[in-house]
T-cell receptor, first 112, second 116 residues
Framework: LAKTTQPISMDSYEGQEVNITCSHN???????ITWYQQFPSQGPRFIIQ???TKVTNEVASLFIPADRKSSTLSLPRVSLSDTAVYYC?????????????FGKGTRLSVIA | NAGVTQTPKFQVLKTGQSMTLQCAQD?????MYWYRQDPGMGLRLIYY???????DKGEVPNGYNVSRLNKREFSLRLESAAPSQTSVYFC???????????????FGPGTRLTVL
């Protein structure tokens, strides 16, 4: 499984765009990139998944460069309720059901 | 739909006691998982069940056992609890095997376990 590296923590003011970058230098051809969000005292929840270029949904955008060795989760105009831990996971499209690995994530603190 | 439910929500045990954490999902998912999360840490996989009738060890299986009772239910048992097992335990499920295309995992609310 590809190892991921992401910042331990980030701070942002309300209304700003937040970009969290994840490095995955040994990503394999079949690997997808998935991001989860975890609020305090709750289980993680899926935010977005992509393979290449750009993916956008109602919550976030995911930018993946051509070499796919990194990815950036973009949260537009964050609010206090976006304070959470964000996890980047990389895993194969099919790998015999080998689970993806959650690292320590990035703790985002949004300040008023 | 209730999604993923876990019982109990809180539990305090003494060292050496045993207990079973229950997890159920009503989404007709094939795969189920047990994670633990220690303060300030990410999630670590204890055991998982890719499909009914199969279970596999994850990253930190020592001290735990699991049972995939049926497609809906996946239980985690601590045979002889130790203080090092104090943690928050999350159960999750996904429709397909963990890394097949859209592999979204749905998590339960967690069980907060303290071992004295």
């Amino acid at each position: 499984l590809a190892k991921t590296t992401q910042p331990i923590s980030m701070d942002s003011y309300e209304g700003q765009e937040v970009n969290i970058t994840c490095s995955h230098n040994n990503i394999a051809t079949n690997d997808y990139i998935t991001w989860y969000q975890q609020f305090p005292s709750q289980g993680p929840r899926f935010i977005i998944q992509g393979y290449k270029t750009k993916v956008t949904n109602e919550v976030a955008s995911l930018f993946i460069p051509a070499d796919r060795k990194s990815s950036t989760l973009s949260l537009p105009r964050v609010s206090l309720s976006d304070t959470a831990v964000y996890y980047c996971l990389v895993g194969a499209a099919y790998s015999g059901n080998t689970p993806l690995v959650f690292g320590k994530g990035t703790r985002l603190s949004v300040i008023a | 739909n209730a999604g993923v439910t876990q019982t109990p929500k809180f539990q305090v045990l003494k060292t050496g006691q045993s207990m079973t954490l229950q997890c159920a999902q009503d989404m007709n998912h094939n795969s189920m998982y047990w994670y633990r999360q220690d303060p300030g840490m990410g999630l670590r996989l204890i055991y998982y069940s890719a499909s009914e009738g199969t279970t596999d060890k994850g990253e930190v299986p020592n001290g735990y056992n699991v049972s995939r009772l049926n497609k809906r239910e996946f239980s985690l048992r601590l045979e002889s609890a130790a203080p090092s097992q104090t943690s928050v335990y999350f159960c999750a499920s996904s429709l397909l095997g963990t890394s097949v295309g859209h592999n979204e995992q749905f998590f339960g609310p967690g069980t907060r376990l303290t071992v004295l």
